[in-house]
C-alpha cells in the first residue's frame, strides 16, 4: 500500500498505517475515519492462509458513516465504483478498478468483520455475487410492493398456500382445479 496518500475529506491530512491483521497493512487518515487498502495486499495476505480472517479496527464507532457521493480514488483520482455488500439499504464500499484499491467509511470495515466478510472480499467484490445481489434486490422492493398494495395477511397466506402447492404431486392440476369454476 502507499503510504503516502493524502486523504480527500477537508483536512488533506497524511493517511496512517493501520493493521488489520497480522502482515496486513491499510492506511486511514486519523481526521474522517476513511480507509484504503490495497486488494492486492489483502490477496497475498489470504494467500498465505485462506482460512485466515482480519480483525476490526479499533475505530471507536458502531455506527457505519457511509459517504453517498462517489468518490476519487486517493491515488489516481479516478471515480470509484459503488460495490453493495448487501441486497438491502446498506452502505457501500468503493473501488478504484486501476488500482484495485479499495475505500472503507469510517465503521465500514468494522461492520465487514462482524458479518464475516471481511475475510471473503474476493467473494463478495466478484461480478457474479454483485449481480445476486442486485437480483434480490430488486425482488425484495417488489415483495415489498405486494405487500403494501395487499396487505401482510394476505401475502403470508399466499405464501403458505404456495410453499404447500410445492409439496403435492398434482401441484399443476390442483391450480388448474383452483381456477376452474
Ligand atoms: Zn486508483
Redesign the pocket.
Known amino acids: 500500500m502507499n503510504s503516502n496518500l493524502k486523504c480527500s475529506c477537508s483536512a488533506h491530512a497524511s493517511m496512517q498505517p493501520v493493521a488489520l491483521a497480522e502482515a496486513l497493512l491499510a492506511v486511514h487518515c486519523t481526521d474522517c475515519g476513511g480507509m484504503v487498502m490495497a486488494m492486492d495486499d489483502w490477496r497475498a495476505w489470504k494467500a498465505v492462509d485462506p482460512a485466515r480472517e482480519p480483525h476490526a479496527i479499533d475505530d471507536d464507532v458502531i455506527e457505519v458513516f457511509d459517504a453517498t457521493s462517489v468518490r476519487h480514488?486517493p491515488?489516481?483520482d479516478?471515480l470509484m465504483q459503488r460495490l453493495r455488500v448487501s441486497a438491502g439499504p446498506d452502505f457501500r464500499i468503493d473501488r478504484?478498478i486501476?488500482?484495485q484499491?479499495l475505500w472503507f467509511d469510517q465503521g465500514e470495515w468494522r461492520a465487514l468483520v462482524s458479518r464475516g466478510l471481511a475475510g471473503r472480499l474476493d467473494e463478495l467484490l466478484s461480478d457474479g455475487w454483485q449481480r445476486r445481489l442486485q437480483t434480490e434486490e430488486v425482488r425484495e422492493v417488489r415483495l415489498a410492493a405486494l405487500r403494501r398494495r395487499y396487505g401482510n395477511d394476505c401475502i403470508d397466506e399466499l405464501d403458505r398456500i404456495r410453499a404447500w402447492l410445492d409439496t403435492q404431486p398434482h401441484r399443476d392440476e390442483l391450480l388448474a382445479l383452483l381456477r376452474a369454476d
Open positions: 480514488c491515488e489516481c479516478r478504484c486501476a488500482c484499491n
